[in-house]
């Protein structure tokens, strides 16, 4: 835990946290981009989640780990809204918690125990709706993400020219 004299910039771990935070969010508007409007109820079997669902739970993730940071170890899960509002939450709620590690607010719960748990989770679940788009019939583009120029604090919605993709 941070005792608050750190901030995003600062402190290495929050730096690094708020990183992934940009990756996530660079993942997971490439992969909510251009999908099929029947995409988010697409579902590969009886008792799979669907894509919007899915979609849904990367947001509570993330107010989750709002919570979290802000010291309280709450779960409140939220009903599917539809496949843009939700994505529009997502991003709201990963702004909110860029800006909570780049402040100088202290973090009130381990910078490990917030990656290990709601960010390492919406980084899996991001994996799966990329999948569930490849296997839907509308792929997403493969790229070489280790080039791709992503910044903390850098929470872009359409990166174009930033993106080295491949087929």
């Not at 989750?64 to 509002?85: E, L």
């Amino acid at each position: 835990m941070t005792d608050g004299a750190n901030d995003g910039t600062t402190d290495p771990a929050r730096a690094l946290l708020r990183l992934t935070v940009a990756t996530l969010w660079y993942r997971a508007e490439k992969t909510l981009r251009g999908a099929p409007a029947d995409f988010a109820a697409f579902r590969v079997g009886p008792t799979s989640r669907t894509p919007g669902e899915i979609l849904a739970h990367l947001g509570d993730l993330i107010d989750w780990a709002i919570a979290m940071a802000r010291g309280a170890h709450k779960w409140n899960p939220v009903a599917q809204t539809g496949w843009d509002s939700d994505g529009e939450r997502l991003y709201r709620a990963l702004v909110s918690f860029d800006e909570i590690l780049a402040s100088s607010e202290p973090v009130k719960w381990p910078l490990e125990e917030l990656f290990q748990g709601p960010i390492a989770d919406a980084l899996t679940h991001v994996g799966q709706i990329n999948m569930l788009r490849r296997l839907a019939g509308a792929p997403v583009r493969g790229e070489n993400y280790a080039r791709a120029r992503i910044a903390a604090g850098a929470l872009l919605r359409h990166p174009e020219g930033r993106r080295f993709e491949f087929d």
